[in-house]
């Protein structure tokens, strides 16, 4: 053997002992994880617990019992929510997973406990568990737990949706029929003056959309459009949802509209925050389209010319003060609330980001205890934590410059300060 080959072979038997070493750590990693994500799920569920269980004493028997759990719940997830500044809502699904995974799949829950498995795949069986009949989950947990401890999270999603179908004793025609209630839009905001819009329907339904903006962009295709399929899917999509373009349009006249003509069909009731120099033209800084962000001022300008109802701010650049707000309404709102909601962006309580429209005007002092209808006593809050602040163990407390001061039932405090104009 030379020594060329000599000092391979001990290259290759110390990269080999350090990926050994590198493999055991990264193993032993994700099974710390999964013991932490079984703790997690154990108290999520146990606090579900307790929230039922005291109900009664801490909410007001003002409302009915089903109501006093439920805000009970909200309540205790809230507050959790906030020691994290995790989504309440994220919380809420947690809390659910934990629940199902804790009181209906104990093996499941052991298995993770013991590293054999991760959050991944426990959440996978669980999605699935939570329309399984209870007749057929013990055969269902059975099968689909020997298959999570030796397949991947996403080889065992493919494969736990056949389990559960061949073993669910409801026909699909049932769950079909109950699941089609569960459609609906959502628009999920992306970066540089981008978003989502989902759609969740009924499968002949999505595949019938597909392949109507497909036949669409093929056509536009074949007559030359040099947009790439991605784009021209797209387009056909927005130019069908808004302009009424179908495949057969395209047939007489195969070129898709440009998104900058499609924008022309627009015309909503938008609340747009434009610096004042933009709006003269002498500078690029972003207008901010309320309900998504920071958009470039040439298409907040498009959309404001086709807006019946429209509301307009200017803003100073250098120091973000309000210059004026437009009153072309029909029906104009009140100065003082469009105000505080122009102030507030969103909820102000922790964590939450329901626009601020969709809001509430609560009093911080309430009018019957001596509290004045003014700015600094005017707060936006989503009706769900409007209610939850008059439960026992919170508390708020609104400064100076509309901060909020929040206290939890669980004594920690949390300050939500109002959104400054984003540029």
Known sequence: MTETTLTATRVGDEYAAQLAEFSEEWADLHRQQAVLDA????????????????????????????????????????????????????????????????????????????????????????????????????????????????????????????????????????????????????????????????????????????????????????????????????????????????????????????????????????????????????????ATLDGYGPIDPETAARIAVNAPSFTRILVQAETSAVLSVCRNRYRVPADLQRAVRLRDGTCRAPGCGRRARACDLDHSIAWEDGGTTDVGNLACLCRHHHRMKHLPGWNLDHGPGGVLEWTTPDGKHHRTEPDPAPF
């Open 39 to 286: 703790r997690k799920a154990r108290l999520l569920a146990r606090s579900a617990a307790y929230a039922d269980a005291f109900a009664d004493a801490t909410v007001p028997a003002v409302f009915p019992p089903a109501e006093r759990k439920a805000l009970s719940r909200r309540s205790t997830c809230a507050a959790l929510a906030m020691a994290t500044r995790i989504p309440e809502r994220t919380v809420q699904c947690a809390t659910n997973d934990a629940e199902r995974l804790v009181n209906e799949a104990p093996a499941v829950l052991a298995s993770l406990e013991a590293g054999r498995i991760s959050a991944r795949h426990a959440q996978v069986i669980t999605d699935q568990l939570c329309d399984v009949p209870a007749a057929g989950r013990a055969v269902f947990l059975d099968k689909v737990l020997l298959e999570a401890e030796r397949m991947t999270a996403a080889g065992l999603k493919s494969r736990a949706r056949v389990l559960r179908e061949r073993l669910h004793p409801e026909s699909i025609t049932a769950r079909a029929v109950r699941s089609e209630a569960d459609r609906r839009v959502e628009f999920d905001p992306a970066a540089d003056g981008m978003a989502w819009v989902h759609l969740f329907t009924t499968a002949p339904i999505a595949q019938g959309v597909l392949e109507r903006v497909e036949a669409a962009a093929a056509e536009s295709r074949s007559a030359g459009d040099t947009r790439t399929c991605a784009q021209l899917q797209a387009d056909a999509l927005a130019a069908v949802a808004l302009t009424g373009v179908t495949p057969e349009d395209v047939m007489s006249s195969p070129v898709l509209p440009h998104p900058i003509e499609v924008q022309e069909h627009i015309t909503p009731i938008v609340q747009i925050s434009v610096p004042a120099l933009s709006m003269a033209g002498v500078s690029d800084t972003p």
